[in-house]
């Protein structure tokens, strides 16, 4: 039964973190975009590892806010979040569901290796790269060659 | 507040990450400033990058030296010879084919440094080095991109970007002076300088730009805190904010 519980338990704050969207690309929480690694509770202390996507990611500190925000919101005080570099962040982390998501927003998913680019608004994959670097560290910018589209790619990062 | 530093580890950490941290400062600078919108945001999020990896540095010299200072401290409670970058790093950007031409030098140089640190024996530092090599990677791509649109343009951009090199190839011969410290953390520091040469040769014979006998500036070694005119200004600017306002706190 305790075990059950505990893990009912820890289902719950995992649910919780999905509710914190991720800063720059809010359709996506941070449990999907993979940085949150672990979740362990000793007594009453909550210990979150996470990692950040790039060493200069602007919103590593924004990360620990909203989880602690989101966490207090949901009736816990004592909360420690741990960052880990190792193993570090990539795009295979992301789920097909994810990815979709971020497809229907607008923002072309990572593909294997960067090989094809897909179209966001029209799903051509004849398209060609603007810029190699976009908005963020993880994005390039492209262009539709079929519907003229202007879209980000969010970079196969491995 | 004195910093002290104790640990032969640490010392030698110093380096990279005050490295790093000048050269993320020079190119953010740069904000606002770039040639266009693209380049502007590769230009910061490069920055952030090297903001980004002197901070886990100074986060692993603040555990090697017991926490007694904190990354901040490091990075805003230090004087000039305090510091211990590379003295190519602290030169300013003049113009954008000198910013290249610095970033590159830097870049293929960082390289090889954290590619000899994923045999550390301090797993924090491995961990870091796998994840920073994919970030140089991404720096690397762009500053020798520039290099061969500058250096394969026009007259007026090929002879900007040789005298770039010119000029901060005498900034050079002191990175490959290795010391005790050196040898000690890093697996084959003759290695360094000869992937650093055989690069930086194999680029400029391709963009008709010449490597010319350059005659180094005689300058004591950064490796004891010594630097260029330029380091002071940078340090003023960068450290004005909580030198003056010492209890400051972002809200
Ligand atoms: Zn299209």
Known sequence: ?158 | MKITIENNEAKFLFRIADTSLILGQRLAELCSKGPFLEEDIALSNCSLDLFGRAEELYKIIASIEGNKFTPDDYVFRRNEREYYNIKLVEQPNEDFAWTMARQFMHDVWAKEVFTQLLSSKNQQLVGLSEKVLKEIEYSLIHSRDWLYRLGLGTEESNSRTQAAFDHLLKYVEEIFNFDELDKTYLTNVENIEKVWQDEINRVLSEINVERKEIQPLTMRDFRDGFHSEHIGHLLSIMQYLPRAYPEAKWS
């Not at chain 1, 690694?37 to 602007?58: A, D």
């Not at chain 1, 992301?94 to 897909?118: F, H, Q, R, W």
């Open chain 1, 1 to 158: 039964m305790v075990v059950i519980d505990i893990h009912k338990e820890h289902q719950e704050i995992w649910n919780y973190l999905s509710e914190v969207p991720d800063p720059e690309i809010p359709i996506i929480n941070l449990v999907e975009l993979g940085v949150i690694r672990n979740v362990e509770k000793q007594n009453e202390s909550l210990i979150i590892t996470i990692t950040p996507t790039y060493t200069g990611c602007p919103a590593k500190k924004l990360f620990e806010d909203l989880i602690r925000e989101k966490l207090i919101e949901k009736g816990f005080e004592d909360i420690t979040i741990n960052t880990v570099l190792s193993p570090a962040w990539n795009t295979d982390w992301l789920s097909e569901a994810t990815k979709a998501k971020m497809m229907a927003e607008g923002i072309s998913p990572p593909t294997d290796d960067n090989k094809v680019v897909i179209c966001p608004k029209c799903k051509s994959e004849n398209t060609k790269r603007l810029s190699q670097f976009g908005s963020t560290p993880c994005q390039s910018f492209h262009s539709c060659n079929d519907c003229l589209e202007p879209f980000n790619y969010f970079k196969c990062h491995r």
